[in-house]
């Protein structure tokens, strides 16, 4: 099955990825946790994208799932649903790097009726060659725009 033309600049995101990551926000208790993160070909112009999170005791902690679209190889959309009520429509510039990418991808975030209400997001992807690092903002609970989480992970078997 051939890879859709249009994900050629993140093809080497494709695979799954292991690692850990930080947690904190004015509201809450810092944490730390393992995430693994999944990005499958099915041959469409999209990557099916599914993150898991466990506490460092082992307990399921955030999970996410979504699709990565890349519109014209110089913009990423990506399209995620939360656990937690929110669905989040995160979009921003794709920059080319020696080893690998950056994105910044801003988002709308829709809240159910019941979730946490979340105003707005911004999440940093960076790959570069075998290790993905992440970072998360939010503007949520009435807290401006403030940073979240923190993760790097490398490439797994
Ligand atoms: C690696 C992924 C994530 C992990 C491990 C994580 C973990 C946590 C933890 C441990 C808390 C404090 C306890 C709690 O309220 O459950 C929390 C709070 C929160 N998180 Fe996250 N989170 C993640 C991703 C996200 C995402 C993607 C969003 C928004 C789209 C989000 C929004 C929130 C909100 C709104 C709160 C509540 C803050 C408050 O009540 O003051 N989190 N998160």
Known sequence: MALHPTLAAVADLIGTWLGEGQGEYPTIEPFS??????????????LHYVQRTWSPSGAPM?????????????AVEF???????????????????????????ESRVVNSATAKHVETTVRRIELTGDVLTT?????AVGVPLTHHLASQMHRGC
């Open 135 to 139: 970072n998360f903002a939010m503007a």
């Open 33 to 46: 946790y393992t995430e693994e993160v999944t990005f499958t070909d099915v041959g469409k112009p999209f």
């Open 79 to 105: 399209v995620l649903a939360q656990p937690t009520g929110q669905t989040e429509l995160a979009e921003g510039p794709l920059t080319i790097t020696e080893d690998g990418f950056t994105s910044r991808l």
């Open 62 to 74: 955030h999970t996410e799932t979504g699709f990565l679209r890349i519109a014209d190889a110089a």
